[in-house]
């Protein structure tokens, strides 16, 4: 049986880290509004791009050519691993890391890009080629560094060392849910035509012009979006994880409390029956 002291400390060391949970829940809580505002705030934008980008590609023309909608029959597949910089967050990185890895055709001739500290030791202790990796800025991503890494998927594209580009993200859908989501940014496809109102637009000089022009900006904004989307769904993960943690904390400090009393109640009873058995043998 543990000593009073012993159980003392240990009341103390669980009270101690549920300040700690309940400080870092308060803050992800916090940094989570502004976060989830920038992300819903950018969704309306970033489809309305896509849907867009999409009408004007299959308004294009099966003639337009432009690098980003080549097919390359040899090279590489290179993923965009979109993960968090800090722990805490429950399972949100393990399991973008674990999208990532199904998707990995070789180990050692699957480039990835990497933004998140997590993501990153993850894939370099195993042995994963991780050619870029970018560090301290999932909670706060901006739009120069989606233009960043989207010129430098692109600059890979061109070369013809990669034939493919999938982006492995997380999207936020409520403060209690995220999920890992999949996304093929190269070669840019048009979607087939679908059924219903289509809006029709006048293009000036052409569309094949305008859509050049518009497919870097199409992968700046789709990359953007997904920082954003990831940075929420980090913030929430992270908040529940510490709202659980203090929970489970409180839940452990009234077990030990109580498991306290029975021992310092077993030890009153043993001291009043030692005085009582000492008392009767003097008689």
């Not at 950018?42 to 009408?55: C, R």
């Not at 070789?106 to 994963?128: E, Q």
């Not at 087939?192 to 050049?212: H, N, Q, R, S």
């Not at 203090?246 to 043993?270: F, P």
Request: overall charge neutral; aromatic content about 6%; hydrophobic content about 40%.
């Amino acid at each position: 049986m543990a000593s009073l002291q012993d159980i003392r400390h240990r009341i103390k060391s669980v009270k101690s880290t549920k300040q700690i949970t309940s400080a870092m829940n308060m803050v992800a809580t916090s940094r989570l509004r502004h976060a989830k505002e920038a992300a819903l705030a950018n969704k309306p934008y970033a489809e309305k791009v896509v849907q867009v980008v999409q009408q004007i590609a299959a308004t294009a023309g099966n003639d337009f050519s432009h690098p980003l909608l080549e097919k390359h029959e040899d090279g590489k597949k290179l993923i965009l691993l979109v993960t968090s910089d800090k722990g805490l967050a429950g399972a949100y990185s393990a399991n973008a890391c674990k999208a990532a890895e199904a998707l990995v055709e070789d180990k050692k001739n699957t480039p990835l890009v990497i933004v998140g500290r997590k993501g990153t030791s993850h894939f370099k202790n195993r042995g994963y080629d991780v050619v870029k990796s970018v560090i301290g800025v999932s909670e706060r991503p901006t739009f120069d560094l989606a233009k960043k890494l989207a010129d430098d998927l692109v600059e890979r594209f061109k070369t013809g060392e990669i034939r493919e580009v999938q982006m492995v993200y997380t999207k936020f859908i409520s403060a209690i849910n995220c999920e890992p989501q999949v996304l093929k940014l190269l070669p840019f496809e048009a979607e087939e035509g679908t059924e219903g109102p289509v809006t029709e637009y006048i293009y000036e000089p052409d569309a094949a012009t305008v859509l050049g022009s518009l497919l870097p900006q199409y992968l700046y904004t789709t990359i953007y979006a997904a920082l954003l989307q990831s940075a929420a769904s980090e913030l929430s993960s992270r908040m529940n994880a510490m709202s659980n943690a203090t929970d489970n904390a409180e839940e452990l400090i009234s077990k030990l409390d109580l498991y306290y009393n029975k021992v310092r109640q077993a030890g009153i009873t043993n001291e009043i029956t030692e005085i009582v058995g000492g008392a009767e043998a003097l008689k």
